[in-house]
């Protein structure tokens, strides 16, 4: 066996691979179809809109459970989830001004040990990318996959300004989730290393912008654009567009011509 051969390759502790934002986002729409109930993830996959044997699936239940968003719930032997008390507790606080909910979020964001971990590590007073990454990758006794560095870091800060987290805010952690979601992330991230997360990360939508989706099987088209845009810039964008489909096309020829031998 080679040198090479017997290296052992680096795997990145468990993290949520989505922020809190889309994860509040994807326990909203099982609410709306589920409520307290307990489902399977085939359920699940049609309330996200992704095929049932999509690995999205598993992934996004892997993130909701470790922000302690979601708890299995086993019954004659099919697996099934719900959503946790927290959860529940976000849904029926939805306005953005509820003081309950700023706090239900803060519990959220960091309710994933590694999120806790740093957090209490600096005091709530996070330092720059580089220093993150020094620490993920060199100094912690678990170190990150370097691969997977950055995108960790950018959920981390994109949950934790979801949040409005504060560096003095004190939060206890969500009851019962915690360890479970740590095992089970670790079991999905399991030879995964490779993939990018499911669903794509949204820009913050920004004041005087708006936004649509379009949802494919695997995954969504989304555009934001500025509301003062103007007739000869749609021009513009209309132009763009068609480019970007031509590409799209190429793209799709390529991937069903058949391999040469």
């Known amino acids: ?31 709306e179809q589920e409520d307290r ?21 598993n992934q996004i239940v892997s993130a909701l459970k470790q922000f302690g968003l979601l708890i299995e719930d086993p019954a004659n032997g099919i697996r099934r989830v719900r959503l946790s008390p927290l959860a529940l507790d976000l849904m029926v606080h939805d306005g953005e001004s509820d003081l309950q909910r700023r706090d239900l979020l803060k519990k959220a964001a960091l309710n994933p040990k590694l999120h806790r971990e740093i957090w209490d590590k600096y005091g709530g007073k996070l330092p720059s990318d580089t220093s993150l990454k020094i620490y993920l990758l060199r100094e912690r006794e678990v170190p990150f996959n ?8 950018t959920q981390l800060r994109d949950s934790i300004r979801f949040a409005n987290l504060a560096p003095d805010d004190k939060i206890p952690p969500a ?21 990018q997360p499911p669903p794509s990360r949204r820009r913050p939508m920004q004041p005087g912008t708006k936004e649509d ?46 391999e040469e031998d």
């Open 175 to 195: 009851e019962g989730a915690a360890d479970e979601a740590e095992e089970d992330g670790k079991e999905r991230n399991e030879g995964r290393e490779d993939e």
């Open 1 to 31: 066996m080679t040198a090479e051969g017997n290296k052992k390759r680096t795997r990145s502790p468990a993290y949520p691979f989505i922020d809190l934002e889309e994860a509040i986002r994807y326990t909203r729409l099982a609410y």
């Open 146 to 153: 370097k691969d997977q560095v950055d995108r960790f870091i």
């Open 213 to 258: 989706t379009y949802t494919l099987d695997d995954g969504q088209v989304v555009i934001q654009w500025s509301e003062r845009i103007g007739a000869e810039e749609i021009e513009d964008v209309e132009s763009w567009m068609q480019i970007v489909i031509r590409k799209m096309k190429r793209a799709a020829q390529k991937a069903d011509e058949p």
């Open 37 to 57: 109930h307990p489902f399977t993830l085939e359920a699940a996959a049609s309330h996200w809109d992704y095929k049932a044997t999509s690995s999205a699936v």
